[in-house]
Structures are given as C-alpha cells and as structure tokens.
C-alpha cells in the first residue's frame, strides 16, 4: 500500500510543465477530496503543500496543518514527519529560520529512532538548507552530504530520484557558493546531463548550471540557460523558481553593467519572491535594487533599502540568533548524549564479549586436552611430522611476506622517488627566485633611499617579473599534487547504465565550450559520429565523463598548437566515433594536430610524463584516464602519427 501511494504521488508531481501549474494542482486537489482519511489522503496532502508552495505559501501551511492533524488521528508517524516537512518548508522561506531548524532536528531524531530511511534524508536536506540561508554553506553541504548515500540505497524506490536529484541540486549550489566551483561543476554538470529527459528537473539544473558557468566565464551560455529555464517556470507560474532565476539573471546584468536589464529581472525577482513570502530572495532582490538605484534616484534607492533591512531583521535579527543558538545547542547535548550511550552501550558488548570468548576457550581448551591425553601416545609420530610441516608452512609464508613486503617497498620508493623529483623542479624555481628577489629588495631599498627612482623602478619590475614566475611554478606543484591526491582517492562511483553516446557528445561540447571560452578566436571543425546500435552500457558515468574531457582536451590542445605552427590553410579538426564489435563498445577521439613521436608513443601513459610546456600540464590526465579504464575492464590504445594526427580509443565491455 505505501508502495503505491508513493507511485501515485511521483506520478502527480512528474507532470510536464507544459500542461500549466493549475491543472497540475487541480489534479492533486481532485485526488484529495476522493480519497480516504487514512493514510493516503496525509500523503497527498503533503505534496500538495509542497506544490503550493511554489504558488501560494499561506495555502501551503494550511493543507501542511490538515495533513499532520490527520496523520496524529490515524497514528502514522511518517505522515507526521511528511507533514512537519512541509512545515518547516514554510517557516524557512518565510524567514523563521530558528523555527525551521527546530523541526529540521526534531525530523531528525525522530527518524533515527524510527529507522525511517527516507525521512532521514530529507531531515538531513532540510537542515542543511537552513544552513545554507544562513550562509554556513561548509555547515550545508556537511548535511547534504550524509544524505548522499542514504539517497543510494534508495534508488530503485519511486521516490529515490526525486530525493536523489534534490539533494544534488543543493550539494552543487552550496559548493558554487562556498567557492569550491570544481565540486560545483561535477555536481551540477551531471545533474544536467542526467535530467535532459526531466521536464520537471532540468530547468532547475540548467539554472544553476547557468550561475556556475556564469562565474567560470561562459557568459553567452550561462545567460542563454537562464532565460531558457525563467521562460518555463513563468510558463508554469512556479513564483518560487521564477524568482530565484530572475534574481540570478538581474545579478548577471548588473555585473555585464546593463543597469536596465538589471533592474528589469531583479524587480520581477521582488515581486515573485513577495507573492510567495520568500524572505531570502526578498532579501537579495531589495538590495539589488538599492544598488542600482542609488547612483541615479535616491529616493527609490531609499525605499527599497527599507525593503532590505525589514527582511534583513526578520531574519537576522538579534532574537532570530538567540533562538538559533538555542537549537543548535540543544541538538548538540542531543547528539552527546546519544553518543555517551552508543560508546556504553558498546563497552557493554566488548565486555560480555570478552567473557563469553573466555568461556569459549576455556571449554575448547579442555576438549583439546581431553583428546590429546586420549590420542597422545598413538599420534605422537604424527604429531612430529605435523610441527615439521608447520613449521616449513610458517616458514613459506614469512618468506612470502617479506618478498611482498620488499616488493611493495620498492615500489613505494620509485613512486615517491618520482613524485619528489617532479615536486622539485618547481619548488627550485621557487626558492631561487624568491632568493634571488631578497637580493633585489635590498638593492631596491638602497635606491629608493639614494633617490634613483628609474634604478628602482628597474628593480621592481624585476622583482615582479620574478613573482610572475614564482607563482606559475608553485601552481605546477599545486597541479601535480591534486593529480596524485586523485590517483590514491578511495571513494569509488557505482557502476549504472549510461548512454555512451550522449556523455560523449555531451563531453565534447564541454571541452569545447571551455577551449573557446580560453580563446575567443579558436574555430575548429567538430564531428561527432555516433552509432545509434551501441546503447547502454554498465560504467561508473562520472570517470567516463573524466577521461573523455581529459582525451578532448588534448585532441584540442593539439589542433590548437598545430593551428599556431601552420600557415592559414590549415583546417583543425577533432572527431569523435562510437561503434559496438565482440563485446566490446569502442569510443574514438582524433583529432589532426600534431600528433604523437613514436619515441614517447610507449611513455604517455606513465605518470608525470607530459610534452606540455612548464605551467601546463602535470602529466597525470592520461594516467588517471589509463587506470580509469582498466578499472572498468576496458583499456586505451592510441595511433599516431607524428605531425600529421592522432587517435586514442577507448573499449568498454559490454
């Protein structure tokens, strides 16, 4: 029963955007009034509220309360905790934040006590959005994160995607915001890609992925997504997206210094945020506005200004912070004392254990010496040759594990060897240069005093050339120990089916999007040939997506190169191609760059090996590709021919 009620409910909430908000409440609406009060009707109940509160907050909090009061009735604890959900929803973007966090822990405790997986994860989502209003994003994502794997073990339920893709939405944003951008964009570039078939999802990603590709660089992609994803949720009259995406795209003009469009999108922001009673939005909203207002009309600059302080006490104030103090402590004394009881209860295990171990051996101990008074003297020559044998099997083994040891020793030597050698290249340059910078300070020192001012402005463009030089080879170290930090990193995806076509396709379009992101003038002649007959395939889709950028990016730096050494007629070109044979699916990048000596061809794979210029490059992408690969029972062959072209392909078993 609770199976197909959850099927019901993802079935109401997946509906297209395109058939309109109205109908699809009307809908949700229609199913509650012929249902039951049972457990049902608390259910659907709950996600009507959850959908009104895109549209209607005070709508929302009504149909929350109905659903909690019937779920206490009927006793049904989880309805409860669906319903206190929904609540908190509204107490957090109605700006009482304490409140929101309050039920946030209560959900929490509840669930742990009641082992309901679900409701633990989205208590844990809940709380970690409070955070994230409060700008602790590092407190945010901690919470995001511990949902993470419940979400996994989930993933087959009705409900697992719409959680999974929630929690993914939050993990991605609060890392863009925490400025850890390389964990925004894994995050969210693979929920775009993952919800290209999601009417419901997609324009939430492409939003987001919108802001982050904005603040990496990519301003004509990033605006197009925004208005794309704002076009469908006004379509769907959802306030609450709308918005937030028109107060991201007033952001975008303001920093483009298009003051009108600004003003335009952030004014649409407010409005949308205020039909809703959405605090933060209103907050960020009503500030922009007093910016852009204040060069040219103060007096509009003023009222909005007002605007922003009302929410701003609303949320920040001085008894919003005691209350919030108050929670976050309660939770913590919580949180001791269950682990006071966790760490006795497990002294009291260890305890019976070591007691009931003891009895154990004792009893063993006499059974042993029972038979062995009883067989002693008629397995005494069997028992020599027994402790001989044993004795040469100890023997073996020690050897054995001293050989393992040596091995692994050895091993260990060369990679540190390596990694110290390749470490200490850039670290020479740095400490010469900074040396050698020490020097020219006291000269520049002496000639400021002296009163030779183009001497020491000599020696401080010196000096600052010098610094040029210190930085770019302390981001050669940095690169190559984020390299190997990803080469021992231990955490490993789960294999799923993917579209290998699609991630390939998708792939390139990054890697080139990126290259002409670095180089506005960069034309290069892109072909993707893809075999529609290849299908799914089980693979780890974050590692594909790794190595393919990695292999795209090479093909273009090399096209790239080539193009500046040729003479105009040159045309670059890079190629991707896809085909199934013999269990295998085989995925080709070319590209007709400058190819590939045969004298390195054998060494490209090894770590720390790169034909990169110092700066650009650390030598550990194909390497980690490489591993990658074999990991997956596949492998990476590569044809080249020096000056001419060159091809990696990759072979997946199907």
């Not at 909690?68 to 669906?82: M, N, Q, S, V």
């Not at 919003?320 to 295990?349: M, P, S």
Request: glycine share 6%; hydrophobic share 40%; proline share 2%.
């Amino acid at each position: 029963m609770f199976r197909t009620i959850f099927f019901l409910i993802i079935a109401l909430l997946g509906q297209s955007m395109s058939i309109g908000q109205s109908k699809r409440l009307d809908s949700i609406r229609h199913v509650i009034e012929s249902a039951r009060p049972d457990t049902t009707q608390v259910l659907l109940m709950s996600s009507f509220s959850y959908e009104l509160s895109f549209v209607n907050s005070d709508s929302s909090r009504k149909y929350a309360n109905e659903a909690l009061d019937l779920a206490k009735r009927i006793d049904f604890p989880r309805g409860e905790l669906r319903a206190l959900k929904c609540k908190a929803d509204f107490l957090e973007t109605n700006g009482d934040l304490p409140g929101a966090l309050k039920l946030g822990f209560s959900m929490l405790e509840e669930s742990q006590q009641n082992n309901f997986v679900q409701e633990l994860s989205i208590s844990l989502s809940l709380i970690g959005n409070v955070f994230y209003d409060l700008n602790d994003y590092a407190k945010a994502i901690s919470f995001y994160e511990r949902a993470v794997p419940i979400n996994e073990t989930l993933k087959n339920t009705p409900e697992g995607s719409f959680w999974k893709f929630w929690t993914e939405i939050n993990l991605g944003t609060a890392f863009m915001f925490n400025k850890q951008l390389d964990s925004a964009y894994a995050h969210l570039s693979e929920g775009y890609i993952a919800t290209k078939s999601s009417e419901h999802w997609h324009p939430v990603f492409s939003m987001f992925f919108g802001d982050l590709l904005f603040r990496i660089g990519h301003r004509d992609t990033a605006v197009k997504y925004l208005h794309t994803s704002l076009q469908l949720f006004r379509n769907a009259k959802e306030n609450y997206s709308v918005s937030d995406g028109s107060r991201i795209l007033a952001r975008f003009y303001r920093d483009m210094n298009l003051t009108d469009s600004s003003i335009f999108y952030a004014k649409i922001s407010l409005a949308a945020a205020e039909s809703i009673g959405y605090k933060t939005t209103m907050l960020e909203a009503s500030e922009l506005l007093a910016e852009l207002y204040e060069p040219n009309d103060l007096k509009l600059a003023i009222f909005y200004r007002k605007i922003y302080d009302s929410i701003n006490a609303i949320l920040y104030g001085p008894n919003q912070v005691k209350n919030l103090q108050k929670t976050i402590t309660d939770e913590q004394d919580r949180e001791r004392k269950i682990e006071e009881e966790r760490t006795a209860y497990r002294e009291r295990v260890r305890e019976y254990g070591l007691i009931a171990g003891l009895f154990i051996i004792l009893g063993v101990a006499l059974i042993f010496y029972r038979n062995s008074v009883q067989r002693r003297n008629a397995n005494y020559l069997l028992q020599q040759e027994k402790e001989k044998v044993e004795a040469t099997l100890q023997h073996l083994k020690s050897t054995q594990a001293q050989l393992i040891q040596s091995e692994k020793m050895a091993s260990l030597g060369e990679l540190t060897a390596g990694i110290a050698h390749e470490i200490q290249n850039p670290l020479n340059f740095v400490n010469n240069f900074s040396e050698v910078n020490d020097e020219l300070i006291s000269d520049l020192k002496s000639d400021l005093l002296a009163g030779h001012t183009s001497e020491a402005v000599q020696l401080a463009t010196t000096i600052q050339e010098n610094e040029r030089k210190i930085i770019e080879h302390g981001k050669r170290a940095e690169g190559i120990v984020k390299g190997m930090l990803q080469h021992s990193r231990t955490d490993k995806g789960e294999r799923q089916l993917a579209d290998i076509n699609a991630i390939a396709d998708e792939c390139l379009k990054l890697s080139y999007l990126n290259q002409r992101a670095k180089d506005q003038t960069l034309e290069v002649q892109v072909t993707a040939n893809l075999d529609p007959t290849v299908g799914k395939i089980q693979v780890i889709p974050q590692d594909i997506v790794r190595v393919l950028v990695n292999l795209f990016n090479n093909a273009f730096y090399a096209v790239t190169k080539k193009m500046k050494e040729q003479s105009n007629r040159y045309i670059p070109a890079v190629s991707v191609s896809t085909r199934q044979a013999d269990g295998l699916v085989y995925v080709a990048i070319a590209d007709n760059g400058i190819g590939i000596s045969a004298k390195i061809k054998d060494k490209i794979f090894q770590p720390f090996f790169t034909t990169k210029p110092t700066g650009q490059g650390t030598g550990l992408g194909l390497s980690l590709s490489y591993d990658i690969i074999k990991a997956h029972g596949g492998n990476i062959t590569v044809v080249s021919e020096e000056g001419k072209f060159s091809e990696f392909i990759v072979s997946l078993p199907v």
